[in-house]
């Protein structure tokens, strides 16, 4: 009997090794594999000139006077965005959100349709928010390179291809964050890599290779690939 709590905590300790060994081992050879230092860019006329190439090549103008977009991330979260008046709907397991988006403290939560206050309503607001900053980014990045808070920079590679380095300063959930856009021959977005808060790796690269056109002309992506993983955006719906 003296030897349970030794048996016990050699189990427990066992345990732990056999769980985070192989995820620290893992975690080690991707960022070997892929960890990159942010590149060195620089800012002026070529680069405005590069984004401006990249929203010619995704018809920027026709985005622009889409009002409406609609969309579905992951299957778990559910968008009816007004950008006319800049609000969106944020639908996920049985809560709705409408978010005004130019003053959040007019923003609503329901939950099974029930109208929320308090405490209750704040945190499943700032949820919603929290989610349309991200997904929407997945779904209109490119679109905002020439947002407020946005730097732009011209980077070289190593193949001396040109590629769109952008920088947001201001807003969103992580201001701060890097994205190095790369284009193919016609200037379009094909992936970008990452240098952001939110991912233990730097230079990260996603695809942006699927473009949709929708109703309204505006092109936007329904698939994305990360290494191993990919993020699905289904039910897309762009009118004016």
């Known amino acids: ?27 080690t050879f991707l960022y070997f594999k892929y960890n990159e230092e942010l ?59 409408k978010l005004d988006l130019n003053d959040n403290t007019q923003s609503k939560a329901y939950i099974h349709s029930f109208n929320t206050d308090g405490e209750i309503q704040t945190e499943l607001i700032n949820k919603a928010l929290k989610y349309f900053n991200n997904d929407s980014f997945w779904l209109v990045a490119p679109y ?24 947001h300063t201001t807003g969103g959930t992580t201001p701060g964050d890097s994205y190095l856009w790369l284009l193919d021959k016609s200037n379009k977005p094909k992936a970008f890599k990452m240098w952001t808060s939110l991912l233990p790796i730097d230079g990260i690269e996603a695809s942006w ?28 719906k762009g009118t004016e």
Request: net charge positive; glycine share 4%.
């Open 1 to 27: 009997m003296k030897k349970r709590p030794k048996k016990t905590f050699k189990i427990i300790i066992g345990s732990i090794i056999f769980i985070t060994l192989p995820s620290l081992l893992f975690f």
């Open 39 to 97: 590149p060195y860019g620089v800012k002026g006329e070529k680069a405005d000139i590069l984004a401006h190439k990249m929203l010619d090549a995704l018809n920027y103008e026709a985005f622009k006077n889409t009002d409406y977009i609609e969309w579905t991330f992951k299957k778990r979260h559910h968008y009816r965005w007004n950008k006319a008046n800049n609000s969106c709907e944020v639908y996920w397991k049985e809560y709705r959100v």
């Open 144 to 167: 905002k390179v020439f947002d407020d808070g946005v730097e732009r920079r011209l980077v070289t590679l190593e193949n001396n291809e040109e590629a769109l380095l952008v920088t």
């Open 209 to 236: 290779a699927n473009w949709i056109t929708t109703e309204s002309g505006a092109q936007l992506p329904n698939f994305h690939k990360l290494i191993f993983f990919a993020l699905d955006i289904d039910e897309i």
